[in-house]
């Protein structure tokens, strides 16, 4: 079940990096096809659907989407996360640089006051962290909202596994998502 691209998160980069196999200045929209084919080709059938609700409690695992009800023996989720918001009292008023960005000022929303910070060659990164989507699987154990599993990737639930960036883990890359 998807709910919006094959590919999730590194699907958007435009450089995947840390990985094995990979080509040559290989975008997130290539990695993400060659996954796509080879999920495919391997007889994996992909729905294109948000899944709303869950019921993983008995032996018989019930997954509900926007579209229809699902019954399975065993579920893996690999729901990811989402981007945090950036929740600031100060915003960017000026990058400056030549060929690439070597100073930025940056305005205290409530005293006006401008810091500049100036590094050579440095460049602008804004990420604020990220959210497990982890809302619908509230009966099982998690840690700050993310999955926990064991060795076999197994949730608290027998027949429930998770993967990815969803699980309490300590390095999120492609390589430990999969
Ligand atoms: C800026 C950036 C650059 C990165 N670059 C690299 C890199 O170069 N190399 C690397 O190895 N890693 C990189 N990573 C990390 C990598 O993107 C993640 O580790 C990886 O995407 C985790 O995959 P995932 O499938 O667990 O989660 P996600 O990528 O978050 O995918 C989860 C998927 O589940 C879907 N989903 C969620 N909830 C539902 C629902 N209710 N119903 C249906 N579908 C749902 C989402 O739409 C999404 O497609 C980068 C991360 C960031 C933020």
């Given at each position: ?31 993400s096809?060659?996954l796509?084919?080879q ?11 948000e ?5 993983l409690d008995?032996l018989i695992?019930?997954v509900?989407?926007?579209q ?5 023996k065993?579920?893996?989720?690999a729901g ?12 960017l008023?000026a990058l ?9 000022k ?22 604020a ?5 982890s ?7 998690q840690?700050d909202?993310?999955?926990v599993?064991?060795q076999?990737?197994?949730?608290s639930?027998?027949?429930v ?5 969803i699980c309490v ?8 998502a999969?």
């Open positions: 079940m998807e709910k919006k691209a094959i590919g999730g998160v590194v699907g958007r980069v435009s450089s995947v990096t840390h990985y094995s196999g990979l080509l040559e200045q290989e975008t997130g929209e290539s990695f096809n060659r796509k084919a999920a495919l080709s391997a007889g994996v059938t992909i729905h294109m659907e899944v709303i609700q869950v019921d008995g695992k019930k509900s989407t926007d229809a009800t699902y019954e399975a065993a579920v893996i989720i990811g996360t989402t981007k945090r918001k950036l929740m600031l009292h100060s915003r008023v400056e640089g030549k060929d690439c960005v070597n100073k930025l940056i305005q205290d929303e409530h005293t006006k006051e401008i810091t500049t910070i100036s590094s050579d060659g440095c460049g602008v990164f804004i990420y962290g990220a959210l497990p989507d809302k619908l699987y509230h009966s099982l154990a840690e909202g993310y999955l599993t064991n076999k990737m197994e949730t639930i027998a027949g596994y998770a993967a990815g960036d883990k300590q390095v999120r890359q492609a390589a430990t999969v």
